[in-house]
């Protein structure tokens, strides 16, 4: 099994995605790929173009910490749900680190080693407060990218910051990821004789219901297999994985009424 990282610079802040564990490098490598642009242009696109002025407007506390646990109670991304606090020893000071989920997505956010420790969660949490942009916080700090470019390396993530062999929901979606291949492949192979050199076997586009305030949105898909002048939309669904494999069941059934008249495709 393989599994991936990749690491790269957004508005100047170091980020470092991993990916769930593929049969091969190649598809390791996609399934990352694809993980980092369904989040940061898909669900945060999203986001951004249902979010209007004064959504973020919070009464804070001047504690950051009390403050980021109510941000996320009204920020729509957390839904609802605020920061897990890890706390690790450096060298005789303290170095916190935030974990929360954002869009459906585990985050973490670390913090700079600190004498004690509210100290080192004051720092993170007002790492994260600048970062998610919250009002107050939006100045707080400045990338230092020149200083990143000058290194012409991005700083490495902690040790052991991810274990995807543990996350379920990693797992989980690996193996939904897989049933949906599957189902390509055999899609081809029921129309490899009809498809001409280039054609994609299937087309996918998804509605998202905009009266939905909740997160991940209600969505719909709908799989166009144009070889087959077929055209399959699924139910509504919260999320657009969820929605894809509904729509998945549909194509299964065509597929497997289309072979008990024909036969199997060799």
Not at 18 to 40: P, Y
Not at 158 to 178: G, H, I, Y
Not at 208 to 219: F, G, I, S, V, Y
């Amino acid at each position: 099994m393989y599994g991936t990282e990749v690491t790269f610079l957004l508005d100047g802040v170091p980020h470092h995605v991993a990916g769930s564990w593929q049969q091969s490098k190649k598809l390791a490598q996609r399934d990352t790929a694809e993980r980092c642009l369904g989040l940061f242009v898909g669900c945060w696109g999203a986001y951004l173009l249902q979010t209007t002025e004064g959504d973020l407007k919070a009464d804070l506390l001047e504690d950051p910490v009390a403050s980021l646990q109510k941000f996320c109670m009204l920020f729509r991304p957390c839904n609802g749900q605020g920061p897990t606090w890890c706390i690790d020893m450096e060298a005789g000071q303290v170095k916190a680190t935030a974990e929360m989920t954002l869009l459906g997505v585990r985050h973490r956010f670390a913090g700079s080693p600190a004498d004690d420790l509210y100290e080192a969660k004051a720092d993170t949490a007002k790492r994260v407060l600048w970062y998610l942009q919250c009002p107050g916080y939006e100045n707080l700090f400045e990338p230092d990218v020149q200083g990143l470019m000058v290194a012409k390396e991005i700083p490495s993530p902690p040790v052991n910051w991810v274990n995807v062999a543990e996350d379920d929901e990693s797992v989980q979606a690996a193996e939904r990821k897989t049933a949906v291949m599957r189902l390509q492949n055999r899609l081809q192979q029921s129309f490899a004789k009809r498809l001409k050199p280039g054609q994609g076997v299937w087309e996918w586009s998804y509605e998202t219901d905009a009266k939905d305030e909740n997160w991940p949105p209600l969505q719909r898909a709908t799989v166009t297999v144009a070889v087959a002048q077929k055209t399959f939309t699924g139910p509504w669904k919260r999320g657009q994985r969820d929605a894809q494999l509904e729509a998945c069941k549909l194509l299964q059934k065509f597929l497997d009424t289309l072979e008990e008249e024909t036969g199997p495709s060799p």
